[in-house]
């Protein structure tokens, strides 16, 4: 393999920004050397790049961008390196212009989608009244889903916030977890409320909460209600019954807008019982105002090691489904019928 060498400068010359580039120890520098396999040498302002020419192009093109960025977004950290690496190797078609996108507002930060998925995941919710996002674990699903959910509650697009998840155990019982039902499923929420902390402060929330115009709660509670003008976010629906999804999606009312997100290989329903969100995903895949999204494992934006264990996992059971067939995968082989 040939190499091509290609030398970047970055304007204006400003120490601080640049060190913000680099990194602590150039860690941001190693790690886009690490993910493109090319050579980065910098002196000053100037980089030098060696490597395949489409590694140095891609890599030149992603040190400028990441450069404007230090000026305008603050302090580069190696998450928001990954999210840029994923984007500049995500497969473009398909994406949505950049003009055509806009940041997703909350009081204490703005959330940007990352990638043509999490584009089209946002621009879903803003079309349809009901999405699904579908996908393995760190692919942004409910936090995005939560943010929009924010900006509709602050632009008054809505009355209320209801964030919805089944209390399933993951090889636990809730039995064993001290304090009364509340405080038992609160664990179970706790991804949720953790991304409204982050969005709106915890004295906000809290307040919220108290006046009912934040609900967290378990799916059991959706019951024989009808949600009118509410942000409703179903989280784990992976974990939920074909009768419960059913019930879920018979609960919205007018003015509403439902979230249903869920990993459809981490399901924790007991063995033999059909996982709602892969019924679902059958049965309304043809309604043209429901939007589906699937991500996959070079969506995911949390510690890049995640990609590869996601990536590891399947691959170990395309593996093992074809040498063993579904013998040995009871759960999968179910929810797949």
């Known amino acids: 393999m040939s190499f091509y060498t290609e030398s970047l400068t970055l304007v204006p010359d400003n120490a601080q920004r640049l060190a913000n580039l ?56 190696p998450g928001i390196i990954h999210l840029a690496l994923q984007e500049l190797n995500a497969d473009s078609s398909g994406a949505i212009p950049p003009e055509q996108m806009t940041l997703i507002k909350t009081p204490r930060i703005s959330v940007k989608p990352r990638g043509s998925h999490q584009q089209q995941y946002v621009a879903g919710i803003q079309q349809h009244d009901i999405n ?15 943010a929009c959910a924010v900006h509709a509650l602050m632009t008054e697009q809505v009355n209320r916030l209801l964030l919805v998840r089944p209390a399933v155990e993951a090889g636990e019982k809730l039995g064993f977890l001290p304090g009364d039902l509340s405080q038992k499923i609160d664990p179970y929420l706790r991804p ?22 934040i609900e967290v709660a378990p799916l059991a509670y959706m019951r024989g209600r009808t949600l009118n003008n509410s942000f409703i976010i179903l989280d784990e629906s ?27 290989t981490q399901i924790d329903l007991p063995k033999g019982t059909r996982s709602g969100l892969v019924h679902v995903s059958k049965v309304l895949k043809d309604i043209p105002e429901i939007g589906f999204t699937y991500f996959n494992a070079r969506d995911v934006v949390r510690h890049r090691l995640v990609q590869r264990i996601v ?3 399947d691959e170990f059971d395309r593996q093992s489904v074809s040498s063993l067939g579904n013998s040995d995968h009871p759960q999968r082989h179910e929810s797949d019928g």
């Open 22 to 77: 680099c990194g602590r120890l150039n860690e941001h520098i190693h790690q886009i050397e690490a993910s493109l396999a090319l050579k980065i040498q910098q002196r000053g302002n100037v980089f030098q790049l060696t490597g395949p020419e489409n590694a140095v192009s891609s890599a030149s093109q992603l040190l400028e961008s990441l450069y404007i960025a230090t000026e305008q977004d603050g302090s580069l950290n």
């Open 132 to 146: 699904f996002g579908i996908g393995p674990a760190g692919t942004g699903k409910t936090y995005l889903a939560v």
């Open 192 to 213: 949720l409320y953790d991304a409204l902390y982050e969005m709106l402060g915890f004295e906000k929330v809290g307040r919220l909460i108290e006046k009912n115009v």
């Open 238 to 264: 992976q974990n939920t019954t074909t009768a419960q999804m059913k019930m879920f999606l018979t609960r919205i009312g007018f003015g509403s807008t439902a979230v249903i997100t869920g990993d459809v």
């Open 311 to 313: 990536e590891a996992y």
